[in-house]
């Protein structure tokens, strides 16, 4: 039988909207008002009957000032996605649902490999990004009494959920917020003037709410008759490893990594200089090194991931094409990214002709991809300090990381239903990297999974449950 164009289907009528209502709403802090670094905060939804919770559009809320100083003296270290280190999910109850380690490295890193310049330089300064096109920095942290407004829309774990979360529970979920050290994402506009820590005032998760009709949540309850409420969602889980100042040759972690679905393994390595006695000189949390790696691969139960060892000893072809594969952005025309800094836009008060020239032949790529150690032996203070060969302590600025996709399935058509990740549940997960000669210093190794997760809302109990 023949199919119509749907602009020829005339029978075809749109189906008949259920009652309900939605509304925006704030959940506020409920251990305090103000927090400065290595402090947390702790927000808990709200009980509400026949009411469901928009996990995908929702964003963490706050203000942001110096905590002493009157003037600006320091910026983010890229963007305020920085400032969090950790986040766990949990019941009311007290059981944990999900914890998330060194997620400022990788937060950042989506930005940068999932973000256009002009993105950034039209929403960064929401996020707490500079707003300006090549500038690896974050928004000047205004001074005590002038405070910012930041919105950070929630970028892991339950935000990626298939559905809303029902909010007719025994124990609403909570969210925890655990602040770094300051000097770690902070980084100073003036080389003289000492960092200062941060106050954080009035955090709250904004969120959209659908409330339904009772005659509208009859009939989803008729639909589900005895079956829990599952909601699919993508987890991460991380851990970390260290490498020795002289780590040639070959190197093999151990990867605590246990679970049924895992689509993807994510690696960053930074310098662990970054966090010595002069961290206050250093872009600490998003300048990555590629540590001098050669050669990359994982195992799973013995089973080498991939089957040919990624080889980085000819060029940064494969691992970058890799990396675009897991995102399933190999054929995308409209992806961009903003991993690379040029010095196209540090021209201040530069003159027409000068731009003109810019304008037709501009500068080659800063190829801050392939930076090896991505640390600073002094205070960076403009673009030009973190490119190339001669920035400050000839070290520049990194952004190398890398992406394995573990998935059977890459079309993004397959539907939800699908889970195509490598079942490692009583596997042994490893990663081996080989090193070359340019490693005469300790590398802090990050590794992230990415996978699959049900959260499930017993229809009896009302109670929560995670598995994977």
């Not at 909570?174 to 770690?184: A, S, W």
């Not at 820590?197 to 309850?221: F, G, H």
């Not at 605590?256 to 010595?276: C, D, P, V, W, Y």
């Not at 600490?284 to 040919?308: A, C, D, H, K, W």
């Amino acid at each position: 039988m023949a199919a119509l164009s749907r602009s020829l289907e005339y029978g075809r009528m749109k189906s008949k909207a259920v009652s309900a209502r939605n509304y925006r709403v704030a959940f506020r802090s409920q251990s305090g008002l103000a927090f400065s670094s290595q402090q947390s905060f702790t927000i808990e939804l709200a009980q509400l009957q026949r009411s469901y919770l928009d996990l995908n559009c929702m964003y963490l809320q706050f203000e942001i000032e110096n905590d002493s100083c009157g003037n600006s003296m320091q910026y983010l270290d890229y963007s305020a996605y920085s400032i969090f280190n950790r986040i766990t999910v949990s019941s009311a109850a007290g059981s944990i649902l999900e914890d998330t380690n060194y997620l400022s490295q990788y937060s950042n890193l989506l930005l940068q490999s999932a973000c256009s310049e002009e993105y950034l330089k039209g929403y960064g300064s929401t996020i707490g990004h500079a707003g300006m096109p090549g500038v690896p920095w974050g928004i000047d942290i205004p001074g005590k009494g002038n405070k910012t407004t930041i919105c950070l829309p929630m970028l892991t774990g339950l935000s990626t959920a298939s559905k809303q979360l029902p909010l007719d529970v025994n124990s609403p979920l909570r969210f925890t917020f655990y602040i770094d050290d300051y000097r770690k994402f902070l980084i100073k506009n003036n080389a003289a003037v000492p960092l200062e820590d941060i106050v954080i005032s009035n955090p709250r998760i904004v969120a959209n709410i659908t409330e339904l009709s009772e005659s509208t949540q009859i009939l989803l309850d008729q639909s589900l008759k005895n079956m829990s409420y599952n909601i699919n969602y993508t987890g991460i889980v991380s851990t970390v490893a260290t490498r020795s100042e002289f780590g040639a040759g070959t190197y093999v972690a151990n990867l605590a990594f246990r679970n049924s679905s895992m689509n993807k393994i994510t690696l960053i390595m930074q310098a662990q200089e970054r966090n010595g006695a002069d961290i206050e000189h250093n872009h600490s949390i998003t300048n990555r090194s590629t540590g001098g790696l050669e050669e990359l691969s994982f195992f799973v139960s013995g089973q080498r991931l991939p089957q040919q060892k990624m080889d980085l000893k000819h060029g940064f072809s494969e691992i970058w094409s890799e990396n675009i594969l897991a995102d399933r952005v190999l054929m995308d025309p409209t992806h961009h990214s903003s991993l690379n800094f040029t010095s196209v836009q540090n021209i201040p008060n530069a003159s027409a002709q000068d731009a003109d020239v810019l304008r037709q032949t501009p500068p080659s790529n800063a190829r801050n991809f392939e930076t090896v150690k991505g640390f600073h032996d002094d205070c960076p203070q403009s673009l030009d300090d973190y490119l190339g060969p001669t920035a400050k302590g000839n070290n520049a600025y990194g952004t190398f990381f890398s992406q394995l996709s573990l998935e059977t399935f890459k079309s993004n058509m397959d539907g939800e239903s699908i889970f195509s990740g490598i079942n490692c549940l009583g596997a042994t997960v490893q990663a081996e990297l080989v090193f070359g000669t340019q490693n005469d210093f300790p590398l802090d190794i990050y590794f992230y999974a990415t996978v699959d997760k049900i959260i499930s809302l017993d229809p009896v109990t009302r109670s929560w449950i995670v598995s994977d």
